[in-house]
């Protein structure tokens, strides 16, 4: 499967945004879908995953509350709706796809094997 992300931009602290994860190419089976971010200097951390039917959804601490993870798999596209942004917000932020589906717990990055580049969000305070 091939990753698209797009949506990301400059945004006012409070503002929001709207990531999408456009896959094509092999969407079957079933695959999860996630969002990693990568901080400027910092390593890659997890915002939020959801299974293929959405019976499953993770959210990482720091944006619970404010990011909403959902998905169209009748259009093969992700979506995170990101509320309430602050600067710490600041990153590339990345889909990623996995055959294996979710466990009981958050994945790691190294569970999921297809990517899509990078898209930017900065907030500004």
């Known amino acids: 499967v091939q990753l698209q992300a797009s949506g990301g931009g400059l945004v006012q602290a409070g503002g929001s945004l709207r990531l999408s994860c456009a896959a094509s190419?092999?969407?079957?089976?079933?695959?999860?879908l996630a969002w990693f971010r990568q901080p400027p200097g910092k390593e890659r951390e997890f915002v939020s995953a959801?299974?293929?039917?959405?019976?499953?959804?993770f959210y990482a601490d720091s944006v619970k509350g404010r990011f909403t993870i959902s998905r169209d798999n009748a259009i093969h596209t992700g979506y995170l709706q990101m509320n309430s942004l602050k600067p710490e917000d600041t990153a590339a932020y990345y889909c990623?796809?996995?055959?294996?589906?979710?466990?009981?717990?958050?994945?790691?990055?190294?569970?999921?094997?297809?990517w899509g580049q990078g898209t930017l969000v900065t907030v500004s305070s």
């Open positions: 990623a796809a996995s055959y294996y589906g979710l466990g009981p717990a958050i994945p790691h990055s190294d569970e999921f094997d297809y």
């Open positions: 959801i299974s293929w039917a959405g019976s499953l959804i």
């Open positions: 190419g092999r969407t079957s089976p079933n695959y999860a």
